[in-house]
């Protein structure tokens, strides 16, 4: 795999890292991606930490530092959520790709290089995709995953994204496509299907899960299935009114 773009870009993938009161995680988090990435794809790791009260940023620049690693932190003065601190993330990275993955070290960095090797594949033919990781084996409790099999079938049959497991937060999308999409509180949930709506095509990789060793979980049933069916229905309209021209362009220079 190719070690250094060649489109301009600063990296090849800008890894973005939404966390909030993740001190115990982020480090070992950090740790992953190097052993990971170094020497494979040139990359920089943007956080935002979203309105910690612990030491999360402090100890993610020790780590980068460790490893001499390119790194932004951001600050949230207060917390604004997963997908605001997604959005500040990608408005201050510069890589080819965007790579988003959780903070709480549920997601594995090793997945991250398969999703490489697909979008460099893809961009040869396609201008917008999302490549969205599927944890085949995930390592939740029941309800959680009940929680997930509903939501999942629901946004199924009202988007119709093509993907079985739009909670894992381990995605790839070209930083050209990413500053297409529209912004709104918890948009994180349904970038495929705001790529679909952009003409993009969507691949699937099988990705590994792991059990979150330390922290707490920030989402609830309520705030993970109940609020998010009324924002599939204004995703829903979002899709319903978009156009997509063919454009046949001509120029006349001096």
């Not at 988090?29 to 990971?36: F, G, M, Q, R, S």
């Not at 594995?108 to 979008?119: N, R, S, Y």
């Not at 509180?185 to 060793?213: C, E, S």
Request: with cysteine; proline share 4%.
């Amino acid at each position: 795999m190719a070690d250094k773009p060649n489109d301009g870009h600063a990296w090849l993938v800008s890894v973005l890292i939404p966390a909030k009161d993740e001190a115990g995680n982020i480090g070992h988090l950090v740790d992953e991606i190097h052993h990971a990435l170094a020497g494979h794809l040139t990359h920089e790791v943007v956080l935002v930490d979203d309105g910690s009260s612990d030491d999360t940023g402090a100890v993610f620049l020790q780590h980068c530092q460790q490893w001499s690693m390119p790194a932004q932190l951001i600050r949230h003065a207060h917390s604004a959520g997963q997908s605001t601190a997604l959005w500040t993330a990608a408005r201050h990275a510069s890589g080819r790709f965007f790579v988003t993955i959780d903070g709480d070290c549920q997601n594995h960095p090793a997945d991250i290089p398969a999703l490489v090797a697909q979008g460099l594949t893809l961009s040869e033919t396609h201008q917008h995709f999302c490549i969205a990781g599927f944890r085949t084996d995930r390592c939740d409790t029941r309800w959680k995953k009940i929680q997930s099999r509903i939501a999942n079938a629901v946004r199924s049959r009202i988007l119709d994204d093509g993907v079985p497991d739009t909670g894992c937060g381990l995605k790839l999308v070209p930083r050209a496509t990413w500053l297409c999409l529209p912004y709104f509180d918890h948009m994180h949930r349904f970038v495929p299907a705001l790529v679909k709506r952009l003409g993009g095509v969507i691949a699937i990789v099988p990705v590994r899960h792991r059990r979150r060793t330390t922290g707490v979980s920030k989402y609830t049933a309520w705030n993970r299935l109940w609020v998010g069916i009324v924002d599939m229905w204004g995703v829903s309209w979002l899709i319903r009114r978009s156009k997509l021209p063919l454009i046949d362009r001509m120029e006349v220079r001096q």
